[in-house]
């Protein structure tokens, strides 16, 4: 189960990404990489789950922050998959969480 606020902070998510530009710079993925672990780390300190929904939520968000340092890593060609992996990631939220 995921509460109303978790669901507003990972629809946040999408706003620096442009899944359609992928003519940016290495910068550019630094910058949205930077203000999506800022929304992660909203989501973290809302957090009141506790046991296996804390665990698997956590999880999820493990995965993310894995996209997130690929992005903010000095390879462009990396940076590039790894946010095609992070919309992937974002997407499949309601698939785990209610």
């Given at each position: 189960m995921a509460n109303t606020s978790r669901r507003l902070?990972?629809?946040k998510m999408d706003e620096p990404i442009d899944p359609m530009?992928?003519?940016?710079?290495?910068?550019d993925y630094?910058?949205?990489?930077d203000q999506?672990?800022?929304i992660i780390y909203e989501i973290q300190?809302?957090?009141t789950l506790?046991?296996?929904?804390?665990?698997e939520l956590q999880k999820y968000i493990n995965l993310l922050i894995e996209e997130v340092n690929r992005m903010k890593?000095?390879?462009?060609?990396l940076a590039k998959n790894a946010k095609l992996n992070l919309i992937k990631t974002i997407a499949k939220f309601s698939l785990y969480f209610e």
């Open positions: 902070g990972l629809e530009d992928f003519s940016e710079s290495i910068e630094h910058r949205q990489g999506i672990l800022s300190s809302s957090q506790s046991g296996q929904n804390n665990e890593g000095n390879d462009i060609h």
